[in-house]
Structures are given as structure tokens and as C-alpha cells.
T-cell receptor
Framework: DADVTQTPRNRITKTGKRIMLECSQTKGHDRMYWYRQDPGLGLRLIYYSFDVKDINKGEISDGYSVSRQAQAKFSLSLESAIPNQTALYFC????????????FGAGSRLTVL | AQKVTQAQTEISVVEKEDVTLDCVYETRDTTYYLFWYKQPPSGELVFLIRRNSFDEQNEISGRYSWNFQKSTSSFNFTITASQVVDSAVYFCALSEGAAGNKLTFGGGTRVLVKP
């Protein structure tokens, strides 16, 4: 099994729908992240969490929300999806003493029509 | 504000050729960390290296080497004797200040190694 598992891997939805992307990890890492990848823009940080009670906005958090249900689970929600949220989304984790040495999930491709 | 520029969007080489990927960064901090990640066609990003701003020594790991030059704000990556398995998108990234601060990625360079 993968160290970081994302579900769903692919999702097509319509404008205005609520979408949740889920992430679970078996690394035992405290820190979890959600990134968005768009062609030519690299990866941009949406939200991050350093532990269950700690949630922080990244550089592009508008239109997104997150929930850290447990140390191993970190979900990303789009309350009302819009077409420009069509992207590849990655969950990642890191240990507290190896900050930003990220272990990534396989990605969730989201298409909003 | 921190910024990472990877000017080369795509590089195509023939197997066994060397390829160098450029990375130029901007930061106002004297303490920062630089990274390289690889994204193979499967899509899952893989960590390659982390270097802090106080360690300017170049590093070699197998066919991979990194050249860190603070004078030119560059952290370039060379693949020696490239192989088809090196075909991927490579991202340079920067975090300012403490090691756990926000990571800023460059736009990535796609490397295509032809047999």
C-alpha cells in the first residue's frame, strides 16, 4: 500500500457541486499539506496542518476548506466547485524534523465542468 | 517575496547525454532551504535533495549532481549520462527562514530522454 493515499484519483463534477478529496497516510508524519498543480505554475500550497489542532492557510486557500480528522487523515473540500478549480491536487506529508521533505500521494485529478 | 524561476520549460536529449536544469531563486532571507523534486510520468512527486543556505558545497549522488552558487542565486541540477528513466518533470523549490516555512515551487522543467 502507498504511504500516502488519495481518493478519488479522478473526479468530474459540475459547477456548484461540493467536492471532497481525501488523504490518508501511514508514514506517522505530523505535518500534512494540500497542493494544487497547474501546467507551468508548479505546485501551489492550499492548506497545511502541523498537527490535528493546527490548520493554516497557504497561498491559494480561497474557495477551499480542510479538515484534519486524525493525525493520519487530512481532507480538502471545495464547497462550491468552479471551472478554474480544475487541476491536479496533491496531498503530502513530512516529519517535523525533516520539514518540507515531502512524501506525496499519487494525486487527484479534478475536472469541474 | 520568495520566487523560483526555472526558465527551461522542456529539454530533449538523447540517452547518455548530460543535461543541466537551471534554477534561479529570489529571497530576502539569509537563511533558506532549496529543494529538487522529480515528477515521473506516473505523476507522483519524489524528493531528491534539500540544501540549506549555509552549505554551498556541491553534491553528487550517483548520476545526479547539484551546483549551489549563492553569488548568482542558482541551484542547478545535472544528470550525467542520462537514461530514459530520467524522463520526468523536475521542480526546484525554496523555503525561507525556518525549515518548516512555506515551500515555493518553480514552474518545472520537463526532461525527455530519447533512446
Amino acid at each position: 500500500d502507498a504511504d500516502v493515499t488519495q481518493t478519488p484519483r479522478n473526479r468530474i463534477t459540475k459547477t456548484g457541486k461540493r467536492i471532497m478529496l481525501e488523504c490518508s497516510q501511514t508514514k506517522g508524519h505530523d505535518r500534512m499539506y494540500w497542493y494544487r498543480q497547474d501546467p507551468g505554475l508548479g505546485l501551489r500550497l492550499i492548506y497545511y496542518s502541523f498537527d490535528v489542532k493546527d490548520i493554516n492557510k497557504g497561498e491559494i486557500s480561497d474557495g477551499y476548506s480542510v479538515s484534519r480528522q486524525a493525525q493520519a487523515k487530512f481532507s480538502l473540500s471545495l464547497e462550491s466547485a468552479i471551472p478554474n478549480q480544475t487541476a491536479l491536487y496533491f496531498c503530502a506529508t513530512s516529519a517535523w524534523d525533516r520539514a518540507n521533505v515531502l512524501t506525496f500521494g499519487a494525486g487527484s485529478r479534478l475536472t469541474v465542468l | 517575496a520568495q520566487k523560483v524561476t526555472q526558465a527551461q520549460t522542456e529539454i530533449s536529449v538523447v540517452e547518455k547525454e548530460d543535461v543541466t536544469l537551471d534554477c534561479v531563486y529570489e529571497t530576502r532571507d539569509t537563511t533558506y532551504y532549496l529543494f529538487w523534486y522529480k515528477q515521473p510520468p506516473s505523476g507522483e512527486l519524489v524528493f531528491l535533495i534539500r540544501r540549506n543556505s549555509f552549505d554551498e558545497q556541491n553534491e553528487i549522488s550517483g548520476r545526479y549532481s547539484w551546483n549551489f552558487q549563492k553569488s548568482t542565486s542558482s541551484f542547478n541540477f545535472t544528470i550525467t549520462a542520462s537514461q530514459v528513466v530520467d524522463s520526468a518533470v523536475y521542480f526546484c523549490a525554496l523555503s525561507e527562514g525556518a525549515a518548516g516555512n512555506k515551500l515555493t515551487f518553480g514552474g518545472g522543467t520537463r526532461v525527455l530522454v530519447k533512446p
